[in-house]
């Protein structure tokens, strides 16, 4: 059964850092686009980044761009979100998606993964 399973969630104060990690069980993330997405309460679902498949190539969103880092290990079948000089804007519950993407995963949008975990809540806040 494929499973994804985020983890390293928390409360963390302002400007302060976490990393997020999406285990995967059943299949090999090797072949999949990976994306981290969020929603706070209230909103819709955003995306936040990924990273291709084929390329390595990632996506960040502007709100960002230069503080979040993503990163996979295809061997331990692991992606990863470091996630620096955190703010209260952050605060959402964070999940990973997975899918096979025919082009760079910058064009697809949340709906168009079809594997998801369950999330894992991020707490920004002094």
């Known amino acids: 059964q494929l499973q994804l399973v985020e983890s390293g969630g928390g409360l963390v104060q302002p400007g302060g850092s976490l990393t997020l990690s999406c285990a995967a069980s059943g299949f090999t993330l090797g072949g999949y686009a990976i994306g981290w997405f969020r929603q706070a309460p209230g909103k819709e679902r955003e995306r936040v980044t990924c990273?291709?498949?084929?390329?390595?190539?990632?996506y960040y969103a502007d709100s960002v761009k230069g503080r979040f880092t993503i990163t996979r290990d295809n061997a331990k079948n692991m992606v990863y979100l470091q996630m620096n000089s955190l703010k209260p804007g952050d605060t959402a519950v964070y999940y990973c998606?997975?899918?096979?993407?025919?082009?760079?995963?910058?064009?697809?949008?949340?709906?168009?993964?079809?594997?998801w975990g369950q999330g894992t809540q991020v707490t920004v806040s002094s």
């Open positions: 990273i291709s498949s084929h390329d390595g190539s990632t």
């Open positions: 998606a997975a899918e096979r993407l025919a082009l760079s995963c910058r064009f697809y949008e949340p709906h168009e993964y079809g594997y």
